[in-house]
């Protein structure tokens, strides 16, 4: 005998009937629609306040506090493009507005990619080589956060990290015939009578714990100096071998470094220096170095209203002029970042020893320096509200 089904049985079977077909409707409008682009905006304000014990007049007054920076920060991507740029504004006094990154990119897969633009060049420890708001010594030669213009091709595995990268030159502003590269850009580059050409960079980088803990790397670098006197060019190479450790709370970086620089200077113009600049102005760099810097830091989780975080540190760096009569340079660092939220703030006391940063003559500490001057220091205070 058959059993007639409920009212209501049919009623609910009317309904998924009627409802497949748009289900399927709604998931082939859904396949058909087409990836869009998502771009983010952001950028910081900062400003500084800094107390130097070379300068008496600004002892007297206590320090001064003023206007660091105003950035803009631009992120964006469609399908396997993407952009990322970073315009800075600063005083006239350091170099006034300039971009200091700006990429396009492309994912080639999970674990490669190419970039093309004012990109980071790949040598040392990448993004910094450092935990304090000054840096360390491979930043003021060119070695640290450095940036050019060319083509990045990176790959990241599990296990290893490799980098090849070639630059045509440091950023160009003017596209002269004969003109000096401007010293209005955010990391140094050679400027005055040479110029940076055709650099190549290559990078390897080994991780034996699966987690990241351990980095062991090895960098390479070599590019010619054109001189637009002798129109000559002559050549440069940097090694570096470099190591991170980093758990969830404590970080190490440590590298040596070694670079020698062969500029072809007109007759009368010594081969043992060459000029270098970055915010406005430059200086003078040994041509023949070595560099060992060694940072740790240490970081505590507050979860206070006004404090998620801090992160102590100490950074290091000593710079060894391979040429007789030119005195050694000195860098330290000792500070804590303080993270609330949006708002960092960076507390240093940064001390130097033959620093163009860090008293005495600006010009030629980082050259012929000398022997017989003292330590100086700079107590910094850093607060930024990024966005």
């Not at 790959?155 to 090849?164: L, Q």
């Not at 760096?317 to 960076?346: C, Q, R, W």
């Not at 130097?352 to 600006?362: K, P, T």
Request: proline share 3%; aromatic share 18%.
């Amino acid at each position: 005998m058959k059993q007639k089904l409920p009212l209501k049985n049919y009623c609910i079977a009317l309904l998924i009937l009627c409802f497949l077909p748009l289900q399927e409707s709604n998931a082939q409008e859904k396949s058909d629609e087409k990836p869009k682009p998502k771009l983010d905006i952001g950028g910081a304000l900062r400003f500084n306040y800094n107390l130097s014990s070379w300068k008496p007049e600004m002892k007297e007054r206590g320090g001064d506090f003023g206007f660091d920076l105003f950035r803009l920060a631009v992120q964006g991507e469609y399908k396997n493009l993407y952009i990322n740029a970073e315009y800075r504004f600063y005083s006239e006094a350091f170099g006034g507005n300039f971009l200091k990154q700006g990429w396009l990119g492309y994912h080639l897969n999970d674990e490669q990619e190419i970039q093309i633009g004012l990109l980071q060049v790949p040598f040392g420890i990448e993004r910094y080589n450092s935990h304090n708001w000054f840096l360390n010594l491979p930043y003021y030669v060119g070695l640290e956060d450095d940036y050019d213009m060319g083509v990045r091709y990176s790959y990241k595995g599990d296990m290893f990290e490799y980098y090849a990268a070639f630059f045509k030159n440091g950023e160009e502003l003017t596209f002269g015939n004969n003109s000096a590269a401007s010293s209005s850009r955010y990391s140094y580059d050679i400027v005055g009578k040479n110029k940076e050409v055709n650099q190549i960079n290559g990078k390897i980088v080994y991780k034996p714990n699966l987690d990241g803990m351990h980095k062991i790397g090895l960098s390479a670098q070599y590019g010619g100096i054109y001189n637009i006197e002798t129109q000559e060019t002559g050549d440069r190479y940097a090694l570096a071998v470099h190591y991170e450790f980093r758990t969830e709370d404590w970080f190490i970086k440590a590298q040596a470094t070694k670079a020698e620089f062969n500029p072809e200077n007109a007759p009368g113009n010594s081969r043992d220096i060459i000029q270098m600049g970055a915010y406005g102005t430059p200086y003078e760099v040994a041509t023949n170095f070595e560099i060992y810097n060694f940072g740790i830091s240490r970081l505590i989780n507050i979860d206070r209203d006004f404090v998620e975080k801090i992160e102590i540190y100490n950074d290091f760096g000593y710079m060894h002029k391979s040429i007789d009569g030119f005195a050694e340079s000195y860098m330290n660092v000792f500070g804590v970042l303080i993270n609330s939220g949006p708002i960092s703030t960076y507390i240093d006391y940064a001390a130097g020893y033959n620093h163009s940063w860090l008293g005495g003559d600006f010009d030629n500490e980082f050259s012929t320096g000398d022997p017989g001057v003292k330590w100086e220091a700079r107590f910094n205070i850093n607060v930024g509200y990024y966005f």
